[in-house]
């Protein structure tokens, strides 16, 4: 038996290792996008202060360890075989919980995870031994420490409103203060404010964080406490840093010409890591820890039966070895600088914060329109009310200037002012919670700061506000449902485990494998078709030959996807293959999704061009039409014919599978001309293209007439007519807009390369 909970052990700190990684890829967005949105400096120096800060604030943590272990339920109450089956559902649904977040791109919370899992597994081991003991569920109280559990909640919610409402108001008061012209205003006040920022940061870091942190107990060389010293002396070190950081500052200034504001993102980011790896490594290797202590004690009491040895030993003190701390640091900061899906989940945020407009990733809903619709009349009430003097020295303050050209992957997603306030602001709320060992969702509040200073900052403009608050909608109701999600799963795997046995362990462990391998199999190939369609988007540095070669690439994807989707589809309705149609469809749509999106970036595409002819960007326009009508042509196309399918209705009979079967060999030639038109550039083939699609127009119109005489003869049906002359009329289309869209490319390519006209 001792051999088996050893095992448990192992296995409990071996998804701690894995939660450590899922779970840094998640919350790297909280201290990263400040400094990396801004380009506040090189990316090595970015993830080098990160990593010194995870390092340093994972020794801060050893207090909050004390919510894994008795924050959610009474262990005293438990026997040493439920805690591990607690533990052991937490740590598995987290795993694969974070995971699936992290590999669609949502920040997600790890504390709300932690606690709602911690939540569901006591509430499901309690109630089967409550049934056990022929108990009533109303004795669930006694199991569960519920006002420390709502506490811990109602802190997290309530830290949503006050995160976002200081965002908004600080940076309100910074940008009127230096405006987006921020260079003269920085030389008068910037070391004041680099001084005030990081004086806040200590204070809230050093002072109250070192309370309940593994160097609370130093003794100083006068024999005093570290942590007694500290709050014996705080007035002094507030006093100390605030001159000694304004005069560091202003020396580096004048000094060494660094500037004031890179220095306050870079110890911004510091202290946010810090800050993070201080709170939330607890929902990480809390837990583990928390049943290593506990097969120590059994072990420690002399092996009695691990379902009678109850777990008092959990109600008090139990201090966490630094050397764990400091591996969990070391594991953290290695995922931070390979993990991909770390980038991924910062890209949302970011692109949220965005104060440029671009592609949208999010689309708009109602309730995003009813607030930028009540947000406008709001702000057209409020102008109206202050004089006009006032409303021409706010309207000067908060009118941004241009970062540099938006379709620039080095032009930052927003300036170092909003950058600074987003970190003081995120690592004080965070560092303040910590000291009062609530533990702050580091993800919520970073996340509502950004987005109370995108709004502060007119980031959410009318062009773009319905769409970013949208995706704000999105990533709060993802933190819901993750709520709603880790009670649910944590509890029936807990529940399993308890009435299944210890086999059900196992099956759930390769269970969870089995998941994180399948989405990281999944993120790996989207990835990679990101990369692909990144590669055919034109950049600044692109000279006009290499945006030829670039477009010439999207028109010959455009043309091989057309031709795999309409075979494919035809081919599997005709077949009756439900599998084959649905993975035509669903081609489909990531077809017009990838030519929505660059249609989305002809605006930028375009002041590329803005050397050449008005003729070459209107090639390309037309370019982008023409490869969207494509999509849309074989969207509709297949719609139909999957609803048919999908309904059970009756098949083309043998005469129009026949017919269709002929048509798709034909479709097959003209796309392969199409194809070495477009590969080799060999413009003067289009005549003998535009003679194979006259001869399909005429082979669609001798199906149209067959399909008539069965109508007289009635041989089909109404929704078979429906259906067929959909094929035809959408096959029509996208024959035209493929002759149109290599007519474009041909035109595009000698205009693009002839010289600009004067």
């Known amino acids: 038996?001792?051999?088996?909970?050893?095992?448990?052990?192992?296995?409990?700190?071996?998804?701690?290792?894995?939660?450590?990684?899922?779970?840094?890829?998640?919350?790297?967005?909280?201290?990263?996008?400040?400094?990396?949105?801004?380009?506040?400096?090189?990316?090595?120096?970015?993830?080098?202060?990160?990593?010194?800060?995870?390092?340093?604030?994972?020794?801060?943590?050893?207090?909050?360890?004390?919510?894994?272990?008795?924050?959610?339920?009474?262990?005293?109450?438990?026997?040493?075989?439920?805690?591990?089956?607690?533990?052991?559902?937490?740590?598995?649904?987290?795993?694969?919980?974070?995971?699936?977040?992290?590999?669609?791109?949502?920040?997600?919370?790890?504390?709300?995870?932690?606690?709602?899992?911690?939540?569901?597994?006591?509430?499901?081991?309690?109630?089967?031994?409550?049934?056990?003991?022929?108990?009533?569920?109303?004795?669930?109280?006694?199991?569960?420490?519920?006002?420390?559990?709502?506490?811990?909640?109602?802190?997290?919610?309530?830290?949503?409103?006050?995160?976002?409402?200081?965002?908004?108001?600080?940076?309100?008061?910074a940008r009127f203060l230096f405006s987006f012209r921020y260079e003269k205003p920085l030389k008068y006040f910037g070391s004041i404010f680099g001084g005030l920022a990081i004086t806040s940061i200590t204070y809230f870091i050093l002072i109250k964080g070192v309370e309940g942190s593994s160097f609370a107990e130093w003794k100083m060389a006068n024999g005093e406490f570290l942590e007694d010293w500290v709050a014996n002396h705080s007035g002094k070190i507030l006093i100390y840093s605030l001159i000694g950081w304004t005069v560091l500052i202003q020396l580096l200034s004048w000094v060494f010409h660094i500037k004031i504001l890179k220095v306050i993102v870079l110890v911004g980011t510091f202290a946010l890591a810090m800050a993070f790896a201080g709170n939330d490594l607890v929902n990480f290797i809390g837990v583990p820890i928390a049943g290593f202590k506990s097969f120590q004690a059994w072990i420690g009491s002399g092996h009695p039966a691990p379902d009678s040895y109850t777990m008092e030993m959990l109600t008090g003190n139990v201090d966490t070895p630094s050397y764990m701390l400091v591996l969990a640091g070391i594991v953290m900061i290695i995922t931070l600088i390979f993990s991909k899906k770390a980038r991924s989940v910062v890209s949302t945020t970011v692109d949220l914060s965005r104060q440029t407009e671009g592609t949208e990733r999010f689309g708009s809903s109602m309730v995003a329109r009813l607030i930028v619709r009540s947000s406008v009349k709001a702000n057209k009430t409020v102008k109206g009310l202050l004089p006009s003097a006032m409303n021409r020295l706010i309207e000067k303050r908060f009118t941004p200037i241009p970062l540099g050209p938006s379709n620039d992957p080095e032009t930052p997603a927003f300036d170092k002012i909003r950058a600074a306030v987003n970190l003081v602001v995120a690592s004080i709320l965070i560092s303040f919670g910590t000291s009062l060992k609530l533990p702050l969702s580091t993800t919520y509040v970073t996340f509502m700061v950004a987005m109370g200073t995108s709004l502060a900052d007119r980031a959410w403009d009318r062009e773009s506000a319905v769409y970013r608050i949208s995706g704000v909608i999105a990533v709060i109701g993802g933190w819901f449902l993750t709520a709603i999600i880790?009670?649910?799963?944590?509890?029936?795997?807990?529940?399993?485990?308890?009435?299944?046995?210890?086999?059900?362990?196992?099956?759930?462990?390769?269970?969870?494998?089995?998941?994180?391998?399948?989405t990281h199999i999944f993120f790996k190939k989207r990835n990679s078709k990101r990369k692909e369609e990144d590669e055919e988007l034109a950049n600044e540095n692109d000279a006009n030959e290499q945006i030829i070669v670039k477009s010439n690439k999207q028109v010959i994807s455009a043309l091989i996807a057309s031709n795999q989707i309409y075979s494919l589809g035809i081919d599997g309705f005709l077949k009756e293959d439900r599998a084959k149609?649905?993975?035509?469809?669903?081609?489909?749509?990531?077809?017009?999704?990838?030519?929505?999106?660059?249609?989305?970036?002809?605006?930028?595409?375009?002041?590329?061009?803005?050397?050449?002819?008005?003729?070459?960007?209107?090639?390309?326009?037309?370019?982008?039409?023409?490869?969207?009508?494509?999509?849309?042509?074989?969207?509709?196309?297949?719609?139909?014919?999957?609803?048919?399918?999908?309904?059970?209705?009756?098949?083309?009979?043998?005469?129009?599978?026949?017919?269709?079967?002929?048509?798709?060999?034909?479709?097959?030639?003209?796309?392969?001309?199409?194809?070495?038109?477009?590969?080799?550039?060999?413009?003067?083939?289009?005549?003998?293209?535009?003679?194979?699609?006259?001869?399909?127009?005429?082979?669609?119109?001798?199906?149209?007439?067959?399909?008539?005489?069965?109508?007289?003869?009635?041989?089909?049906?109404?929704?078979?007519?429906?259906?067929?002359?959909?094929?035809?009329?959408?096959?029509?289309?996208?024959?035209?807009?493929?002759?149109?869209?290599?007519?474009?490319?041909?035109?595009f390519n000698i205009f693009t390369r002839q010289p600009a006209q004067d």
């Open 1 to 173: 038996m001792e051999n088996f909970y050893l095992i448990l052990v192992v296995i409990l700190f071996a998804l701690a290792i894995s939660d450590l990684i899922v779970g840094v890829s998640n919350d790297a967005v909280n201290f990263l996008n400040s400094a990396i949105g801004s380009k506040a400096a090189p990316k090595w120096l970015i993830f080098s202060v990160a990593s010194l800060g995870i390092l340093i604030g994972a020794t801060f943590s050893s207090g909050m360890m004390e919510v894994a272990r008795k924050g959610i339920f009474h262990p005293d109450m438990f026997f040493f075989s439920e805690i591990m089956v607690i533990f052991l559902a937490v740590m598995i649904t987290d795993v694969v919980l974070l995971d699936v977040f992290n590999t669609f791109g949502m920040p997600t919370s790890t504390t709300v995870s932690i606690v709602f899992e911690l939540l569901g597994s006591a509430v499901a081991v309690s109630l089967v031994k409550i049934s056990q003991a022929d108990g009533t569920a109303l004795e669930l109280s006694k199991y569960i420490n519920s006002d420390k559990a709502l506490a811990i909640i109602s802190g997290i919610l309530v830290s949503v409103v006050i995160a976002f409402t200081f965002g908004v108001a600080i940076q309100y008061l």
């Open 581 to 747: 149609l649905k993975n035509a469809f669903q081609e489909s749509i990531e077809f017009s999704q990838k030519s929505k999106k660059q249609k989305a970036r002809v605006y930028s595409t375009i002041q590329l061009l803005i050397e050449g002819t008005i003729e070459t960007s209107h090639f390309y326009v037309q370019m982008t039409d023409y490869k969207r009508e494509m999509a849309h042509s074989l969207y509709f196309l297949l719609d139909p014919l999957e609803i048919h399918l999908e309904n059970q209705h009756k098949p083309f009979n043998k005469e129009q599978s026949g017919e269709m079967k002929a048509l798709i060999t034909q479709i097959d030639e003209f796309f392969n001309l199409s194809l070495y038109i477009a590969k080799e550039e060999r413009f003067n083939e289009l005549d003998n293209l535009i003679g194979k699609r006259e001869k399909l127009f005429e082979t669609l119109n001798k199906l149209e007439k067959n399909q008539i005489k069965r109508i007289k003869n009635k041989d089909v049906s109404t929704r078979n007519s429906q259906l067929f002359f959909k094929i035809i009329s959408e096959t029509k289309n996208l024959l035209l807009h493929s002759v149109n869209l290599l007519k474009s490319q041909r035109d």
């Open 486 to 518: 880790a009670f649910t799963i944590a509890g029936l795997i807990a529940l399993a485990i308890s009435l299944g046995g210890n086999l059900i362990i196992f099956i759930m462990i390769g269970v969870a494998i089995f998941l994180v391998v399948r």
